[in-house]
T-cell receptor, first 113, second 113 residues
Framework: DAMVIQNPRYQVTQFGKPVTLSCSQT?????MYWYQQKSSQAPKLLFH???????NEADTPDNFQSRRPNTSFCFLDIRSPGLGDAAMYLC????????????FGPGTRLLVL | QQQVKQSPQSLIVQKGGISIINCAYE??????FPWYQQFPGKGPALLIA?????SEKKEGRFTISFNKSAKQFSLHIMDSQPGDSATYFC????????????FGTGTLLAVQP
């Protein structure tokens, strides 16, 4: 059974056209993360939620926003995608209860034309 | 000081051989060291993890060796199989509410039949 689900798996958008990526989880985990991963690179943390508390990484561009309406869902909004934003976007979750393991979703591949 | 250095960048091993990937860190506050396996087009999946109070952990064909004094840890894949061909990331984190993972740069492993 899928635990961390990301939709869509592939997303094509136009330069400057807002796009939203979604993540849902069936694990009831408190912490949710969004990562950006470019080709042949390690995942780069953009931000995370600890319950409803939003934590932005210092070097995450303002172009990237996030929403977490409830425990199960989290959204990544890219307000004005540039060519450099083409990447795999990964969602991950973790339980608050002392477990360090992050469970990753399959990712959404974003292409910017 | 937050970096995790990983080597080699790529590795070719014959089927049945031993694959060895090395990582080094500086921050002695790190207390959790996972290895993730990532297949093309998929999200990273936890392979095995270790804490600094243990020098070795083995799960099946996968072993982590940890040298706290040298601030190094390594992944050994015994009897490597073509199905092990993937990118491997080491990571480190500091326990706590955030538990952000600091990833190494990744190693692309190819196991030749």
């Amino acid at each position: 059974d899928a635990m961390v689900i990301q939709n869509p798996r592939y997303q094509v958008t136009q330069f400057g056209k807002p796009v939203t990526l979604s993540c849902s989880q069936t694990l009831n985990h408190n912490v949710m993360y969004w990562y950006q991963q470019k080709s042949s690179q390690a995942p780069k943390l953009l931000f995370h939620y600890y319950d409803k508390d939003f934590n932005n990484e210092a070097d995450t561009p303002d172009n990237f926003q996030s929403r977490r309406p409830n425990t199960s869902f989290c959204f990544l909004d890219i307000r004005s995608p540039g060519l450099g934003d083409a990447a795999m976007y990964l969602c991950a979750t973790r339980s608050r209860g002392g477990q360090e393991t992050q469970y990753f979703g399959p990712g959404t591949r974003l292409l910017v034309l | 000081q937050q970096q995790v250095k990983q080597s080699p960048q790529s590795l070719i091993v014959q089927k049945g051989g031993i694959s060895i990937i090395n990582c080094a860190y500086e921050n002695t506050a790190f207390d959790y060291f996972p290895w993730y396996q990532q297949f093309p087009g998929k999200g990273p999946a936890l392979l095995i993890a270790i804490r600094p109070d243990v020098s070795e952990k083995k799960e099946g064909r996968f072993t982590i060796s940890f040298n706290k004094s040298a601030k190094q840890f390594s992944l050994h894949i015994m009897d490597s199989q073509p199905g092990d061909s993937a990118t491997y990331f080491c990571a480190a984190s500091i326990g706590g509410a955030t538990n952000k993972l600091i990833f190494g740069t990744g190693t692309l492993l190819a196991v030749q039949p």
